[in-house]
């Protein structure tokens, strides 16, 4: 027998995963420009919160990644990070 699948859980489920992505897409463009400008002076903590982001992607966690590159995002902007 097969499963019965609700459309409504689905969709909410895809929408949840699509918002994340989108999230992630912004706090990504946010963080670009910002760690190109450092390329030659990144700190270990800023080098390891990099790849945590990538491996929350890998991991399939677009919510967690997004969340780590905000807050990184928002960290690199400050006046102090320009130091």
Sequence with gaps: ????????????GRERGAG?????????QRLDPLVRARLD?????IQ???VAIARAVSA???A?????AERLAGILE??????
């Design 64 to 68: 967690r990644a997004a969340e780590r």
């Design 48 to 50: 390891r919160e990099l």
């Design 41 to 45: 002076r990144l700190s270990p903590t």
């Design 78 to 83: 400050h006046p102090a990070a320009s130091g």
């Design 20 to 28: 994340a992505l989108g999230r992630l897409d912004r706090a990504v």
């Design 60 to 62: 399939g966690r677009p």
């Design 1 to 12: 027998m097969g499963d019965v699948v609700s459309l409504i859980d689905y969709r909410t």
